[in-house]
C-alpha cells in the first residue's frame, strides 16, 4: 500500500483543519493505521491510531479531546480532524501503516509511511 497525505496548511490559534491519508494498493482495512508529527528539532511522536478492524482508536494526551481520528475502508481514506489547534501543534504531520498490528503507537511498528504533510499554526 502507498500513502499519500494532504489537508496541512497555516491556521490560526483555535482554528481547525482536517488532514487526509489516501491509501493506494492492497486492501486498506487489513492495516492499523496512524498518524505521527515532527516538529523541527524534536524527534517524530504519536498523535493517533485507529485499529486494524476500526473499532479502537488511540490518541496522545497532548490532542486528546481536540483530534479526531477516522477511516473510511470503502474510500480507502483516514483522516484527522484537528480542532482548537494551537501553535505547539506545528509540525510534519505523518499517515503510516502497520500489516502487523492491531493497533499501535510506536513508529517502529509501522511499516509504510507517506511523505507528510505541513500543518502552522500561527499564534
Known amino acids: 500500500v502507498q500513502l499519500v497525505e494532504s489537508g496541512g496548511g497555516l491556521v490560526q490559534t483555535g482554528g481547525s483543519l482536517r488532514l487526509s491519508c489516501a491509501a493506494s494498493g492492497r486492501a486498506f482495512s487489513t492495516y492499523a493505521m496512524g498518524w505521527f508529527r515532527q516538529a523541527p528539532g524534536k524527534e517524530r511522536e504519536f498523535v493517533a491510531a485507529f485499529s486494524r478492524t476500526g473499532g479502537l482508536t488511540s490518541y496522545s494526551d497532548s490532542v486528546k479531546g481536540r483530534f479526531t481520528i477516522s477511516r473510511d475502508n470503502a474510500k480507502n481514506t483516514m483522516y484527522l480532524q484537528m480542532n482548537s489547534l494551537k501553535p505547539e501543534d506545528t509540525a510534519v504531520y505523518y499517515c503510516?501503516?502497520?500489516?502487523?498490528?492491531?493497533?499501535?503507537?510506536?513508529?517502529?511498528?509501522?511499516?509504510?509511511w507517506g511523505q507528510g504533510t505541513q500543518v502552522t499554526v500561527s499564534s
Open positions: 503510516a501503516a502497520s500489516s502487523t498490528s492491531i493497533i499501535a503507537s510506536i513508529s517502529t511498528m509501522y511499516n509504510i
